[in-house]
């Protein structure tokens, strides 16, 4: 072996080994982790609700970055599972030789436990389930809570520090990586390179942490809409030639687009 190779070997030892360190770390502060604690949402207190408090801020601020297959940490904030299943580091797009397992959400893995094999690591609190270490043993959270404390700098032309080129190199510190990340980086709070939350939106998404992120789930379809799922169900399961070719062209767009049919 080199001498190249064995600092190489060196450096990722102790860069694994401090990794270890600091899970011991947060083991002994927050409690040791539980990856199932997402696989189903705790049912809502009633107190603050999912859809109706916290669903339109992640909408109206988030989202825009944090919908698409290749969102940045891969950290999909549309729908309660994508909170739940968390973040990456591996990149979606990116120069490689052999191919990489699809992520697609709900469709490659379904309970959050199960992403986690898949690479994904929590930003929900895994760990004792306190308010307060609901909080702090929170990825999300500090995420808001860092740009709460440093605030984008008032200025016409931002710092360099914000990169919002496509192809940006990206950190997604996870909770034991976090104060570190937030040392380096201070003015890398979420929404990134935008204005904070407001006082009351952080406060309904504080409640809703809190209370350990519950979700009461998706209403029931409407009658309606159940009758159309169950003719265009019928249509797509024909093999007439016709039936065929159609369910043949919309499979082949659907990567496209959600389509719509009045
Ligand atoms: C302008 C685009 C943009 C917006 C808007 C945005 N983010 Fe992000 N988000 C990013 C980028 C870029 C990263 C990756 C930062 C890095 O390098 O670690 C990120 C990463 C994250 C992560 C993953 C952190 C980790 O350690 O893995 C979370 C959680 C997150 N954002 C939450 C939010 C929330 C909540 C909002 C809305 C309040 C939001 N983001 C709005 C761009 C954005």
Redesign the pocket.
Known sequence: MNTQRIAALLAALLVAGCTALSRDALDRQFGAADPTRHDAPLASTGEISYRRDVQPI?ER??V???ACYDA??Q?K?GAWEGIARG?SKQRVYETRLGEAPPTRLFEDARKASEWRQLGFSP?LNERQPTAEINLAGS??YR??QLKERHPLPQVTILPETFDFSLD?A?????LAEFDSFAREHPL?G?????PG?SGSEMDLIRRWLEAGAPFAGLPPLPAKVERHLAEWEAFFNGDSAKQRLVSRYLYEHLFLAHLYFD
């Open positions: 992640l601020r988030c825009l970055c944090h940045p940490c950290q904030l973040s930003v990825v999300l995420s808001l940006r990206q950190r997604c510190p996870q890398w979420m929404p990134f390179g935008l939350l």
